[in-house]
């Protein structure tokens, strides 16, 4: 397997192959089990190759305070909450995971999670689940990276907030622990995100950087941007999918409803097939409309001896005649025959002697 791709159960995942479209299910289960199992089958009605979970608790990922660095700031839609209180509404039950990964198996999809410690990492590893994800927040976690590694498993970084050099320090302690498939998420870690801090320019660029599969992981409104971003070459996008975004939740704001995640599938896979090859000249299709390119045509009846004018002789569609290049090597010789309007110009009519 090149560095190039990864292998996610049976799909490869890379430049040549389709996008791989993960559908985010996050906190949008609202802690009911048959809504987290809707949300599954609302993914592959959608066209998602997988379900991804988060595999935390609030005591693996923070501890319990009121302490003022324990609460929420910064104009996020969480502002006031403190980290516990906020993991605790938010987190996915483990019980539930093995039976949301059943279903999406089922169905014909992958499922696997973000691990945000290291008993998170044992308890997906029990899962089997065929990929470990390190979500934007984690990249600096290199000993959490390391124990992914170690598994041989496939591993995503998602690379939210991340400098180069912590992009870099990442992924060499995951090639160091063993990993030998890696990718990259492009990521704004904002919730939900503008567009105009996407930098989606940034896909490429660590595409060149790293030699790895890179996409997106996406909170912005709508579907433009993973549209955009598959244009500049992502092989994976990530969206949040909700069943319904009036039902409230922690993260039901900057998720799309499966309607709208049908049509981010449609998108971009029209996307990825407009993509194609780099090939200039016609295309099979456009074979047949060669014959409305212009050509030299006689616009007036024309006598023989009679010069070629650019009043009897244009460039005009279709094709049949005289290349247009050819206009001024005609123009000022004489007809060596009558020639009658709407004629196709070949050189047969041309006078070579002059």
Known sequence: MSEATLQIGQRTVGAGHPVYIIAEL???????????????????????????????????????????????????????????DLYGEAHTPWEWQPKLKAAANDLGMDLFSSAFDSSAVDFLESMNV?????????????????????????LILSTGMATLEEIDEAVTAARKAGASQLALLRCTSSYPAPPEEMNLRSIPDLTRRFGLPVGLSDHTPGIAVPVAAVALGAVLIEEHLTLSRAEGGPDHAFSLEPEEFKTLVEAVRMAESSLGQIQYGPTPRELSTLAFRRSLFVVRDIRKGEPFTPENV????????????????????????????????????????Q
């Not at 470990?132 to 992914?148: F, Q, T």
């Open 314 to 353: 244009r460039s005009i569609r279709p094709a049949n005649g005289l290349h247009p290049r050819h206009l001024s090597e005609v123009l000022g010789r004489q007809a060596v025959r009558d020639i009658e309007c709407g004629t196709p110009l070949t050189w047969d009519f041309v006078d070579h002697s």
């Open 130 to 154: 065929p990929v470990h994800k390190v979500a934007s927040p984690e990249l600096v976690d290199v000993p959490l990276i390391e124990k992914m590694g170690r598994t041989g498993k496939p």
């Open 26 to 84: 996050s906190a949008n289960h609202n802690q009911d089990f048959d809504r987290a199992l809707r949300i599954v089958h609302a993914a592959k009605e959608a066209g998602a190759d997988a379900v991804k979970l988060q595999t935390y608790t609030p005591d693996t990922i923070t501890i319990r305070s009121d302490r003022e660095c324990f609460r929420i700031r910064g104009g996020t839609l969480w502002d006031g909450r403190t980290l516990h």
